[in-house]
């Protein structure tokens, strides 16, 4: 039996009137501007959308819904309502979210608002064959009422938060996203609270919450009470420690005991290690300890920690070994080193030394980089420690020396690999004598301009599919994927491999008559990788249409993952018009990545998905058994990065895969799947 264990470290129309005057008096030909304005939408404005509204094609009816909100008289709002009625226009889902979105800036019209409090609770939506565009629906109707801050819309928010399941939720979401002015109106009734209720109270940082969340844990259902005492906690109301130190003894809850050693440690107790320490020993609590553990440096906990990570399971051992390294004890980095010789737990060994910041894991480092044993660990280690704390730890040069004399693939693998990464200007040099794996091995280090550049050199004229796949990592960089045939991009792409998402971006750049019609096919595939990466890849291009495909493609899209990336490719664009769909994903998109994102974009910032970071993934693969690879295919992986960026990688023959110089933020793995990307398994990250 073969085992693989993955380690990944991840070191958001006014119009003034004026009458016309003629001769010092108002002309009577001409009537004032508002009053024609006033005159159109009734005669015109609502006859048109009426005869929209009665039309089979779902454009013309979404146009309609989308006139009236414009309109927003009574006669075109009470339209809009009553098109939800049974029989109504709103036909589809798609209808339906058209129309919330017309009606959401008349939030503070009575009828408008009741209408959307039944639209947030799911009135409307089939329970039975729910779609995922009822979601976005219902939190779009929330959204329009958070905005609003009349209490009214307030008290009806307050009440959805006290409702069971995703309710709370998006309600809670709606007003994180637009924190109430005056919180009377949600606290005023604490009858039946959720943990979303008082959550909330604590995240939104208004000490006028105090008082209710003291109730609430005085008397709240006993599931809410810790919720609350957290959320007191982090509005900083010290009483909690002492009510954490009471729940530790006295309560054997795994909500208590975990809230009350959240409390000690929000405060920096002396005691928190030790109830950090209590959470380890008791399997209900053990994998929430171990995340407390790894949260900050706790040298108290290392007793415990060395206790637990002698008879560790495989599963475990990375979270294990950080959170050693983190502790930083002389015994914890002791027992780091010793494992680094130990088949199966040498890599996250070598991690947790790497990133932690004693002096004597530097030493450590240094020692085993003179060892043959560990000398391979010990050099990822160093290249890790120097992106990550800009430190290298001493006799690194030497160690690099004796791969390169090595006659291990692996070994001559890290050469390759370290060596472009110290002096990226040597990749041009490395490439022309390197082998199929020291060229994989090059190519995780794409994220570095000058070895994309060479990489693309090279990917341009590259015949062989494994070779090129490993090679497309280059197109990350907008500059070097210049350097690449359109030709070539099209294989990867209807490869399907893990190159795709990538090709799939720069070809979108390229938007030209003769690549539309498979860019505008991309758009609407069902991998949502080649949704998000096309899109990115429309932000650059110099047809102003490509803004109008982006619009659309926003409009009725269900990944949060993919409308982030058109939100990101809409800034990009210079256009005015890239406003409207800026502005409607700020206000009404049910992800709070997106709505940052979308505000950010509004203030003219534009995101940078390229360039070099200080993260470093490092996945270890190795196997069980003594068997060795042989001519079997590199395991790959796919590594999402924060920005979207979906990068193909390969390990090297011992079944490690270093990917350096990721870009801050979390970052999201998916083990190659034999053909496609869509279909990759996603394991849990430790």
């Not at 989308?66 to 339209?79: M, V």
């Not at 791969?403 to 110290?422: G, K």
Request: include cysteine; charge should be neutral; charged fraction near 25%.
């Amino acid at each position: 039996m073969k085992r693989w264990a993955a380690l990944l470290w991840v070191c958001l129309a006014s119009h003034e009137a004026s009458a016309q005057i003629s001769s010092g008096r108002r002309s009577t030909r001409t009537p004032p501007p508002a009053q024609v304005a006033l005159t159109l939408k009734r005669r015109v404005g609502v006859d048109v959308a009426e005869d929209l509204l009665r039309s089979q094609n779902p454009d013309d009816r979404q146009r309609g819904f989308e006139r009236l909100g414009s309109i927003g008289t009574a006669q075109a709002l009470d339209l809009l309502l009553k098109s939800f009625e049974p029989g109504g226009s709103a036909h589809s889902a798609k209808d339906r979210l058209i129309a919330v979105r017309a009606l959401a800036p008349h939030a503070n019209v009575p009828a408008a608002r009741d209408f959307l409090v039944r639209i947030m609770v799911g009135v409307g939506s089939n329970p039975e064959r729910p779609e995922a565009i009822d979601g976005m629906i219902e939190h779009a109707a929330a959204l329009a009422l958070a905005a609003t801050g009349d209490d009214a819309a307030l008290s009806a928010l307050g009440k959805a938060l006290r409702q069971p399941g995703h309710v709370a939720d998006t309600a809670r979401d709606a007003l994180l996203a637009f924190p109430p002015k005056n919180l009377g109106p949600i606290v005023r009734d604490l009858r039946s609270p959720t943990r979303a209720f008082a959550s909330l109270l604590g995240e939104l940082g208004d000490l006028r919450a105090v008082p209710a969340l003291r109730e609430l844990v005085r008397g709240a259902p006993i599931e809410v009470r810790p919720e609350a005492a957290l959320a007191l906690a982090q509005l900083g109301v010290s009483e909690t420690i002492e009510l954490g130190r009471h729940w530790l003894e006295h309560e054997n809850g795994a909500d208590f005991q975990l809230a009350a050693t959240r409390i000690l440690l929000q405060f920096h107790t002396p005691d928190a290690a030790a109830a950090v320490g209590r959470l380890l020993q008791s399997p209900q609590t053990h994998a929430a300890g171990l995340d407390l553990a790894n949260s900050k440096s706790l040298p108290a906990l290392s007793a415990t920690l060395l206790q637990q990570a002698r008879a560790v399971s495989a599963d475990e051992r990375s979270a294990l070994f950080s959170a050693l390294g983190l502790a930083g004890t002389r015994e914890a980095i002791y027992f780091l080193g010793g494992e680094l010789s130990t088949r199966g737990a040498s890599s996250a060994a070598a991690l947790a030394l790497a990133l932690a910041p004693d002096a004597q894991a530097e030493a450590m480092l240094e020692q085993a980089l003179r060892g043959a044993s560990t000398r391979r660990a010990a050099v990822r280690a160093s290249l890790v420690r120097k992106l990550a704390l800009d430190r290298t730890p001493s006799g690194l040069e030497a160690a690099l020396q004796a791969l390169a004399q090595s006659h291990d693939e692996s070994d001559r693998a890290l050469f390759f690999q370290a060596s472009a990464l110290i002096s990226p200007d040597r990749v041009a040099e490395l490439l022309k004598r390197a082998s199929k794996r020291e060229i994989r091995a090059l190519a995780r280090d794409a994220l570095l301009p000058e070895v994309a550049r060479a990489l693309a050199e090279r990917l341009a004229t590259e015949r062989g599919p494994e070779l090129r796949e490993a090679l497309a990592a280059c197109l990350v960089s907008s500059e070097a994927a210049e350097r690449v045939p359109s030709d070539v991009l099209l294989e990867l792409i209807d490869a399907r491999g893990l190159a795709a998402p990538l090709a799939a971006r720069a070809l979108g750049s390229r938007d030209s008559r003769a690549l539309r019609p498979k860019i505008a096919s991309l758009l609407v595939s069902q991998d949502t990788l080649l949704r998000s990466h096309v899109a990115l890849g429309l932000g650059q291009s110099e047809d102003s249409s490509a803004l109008g495909m982006l619009e659309h493609a926003y409009r009725f899209e269900t990944d949060s993952g993919v409308r982030l990336a058109i939100v990101h490719a809409l800034a990009a664009r210079r256009e005015p018009a890239r406003l409207r769909p800026l502005s409607l994903a700020r206000a009404l998109d049910g992800s709070a990545k997106v709505r940052q994102a979308a505000a950010l974009a509004l203030t003219g910032a534009q995101p940078n998905h390229e360039g070099a970071g200080p993260q470093t993934a490092w996945l270890d693969f190795s196997h069980e058994t003594d068997e060795a690879l042989g001519d079997a295919p590199a395991l790959g992986a796919l590594l999402i990065t924060a920005a979207g960026l979906a990068l193909p990688a390969f390990a090297d023959p011992d079944g490690v895969l270093l990917l350096p110089a990721l870009p801050a933020g979390p970052v999201e793995l998916r083990l190659a799947a034999p053909t496609r990307t869509d279909d990759a398994v996603r394991p849990r990250h430790p």
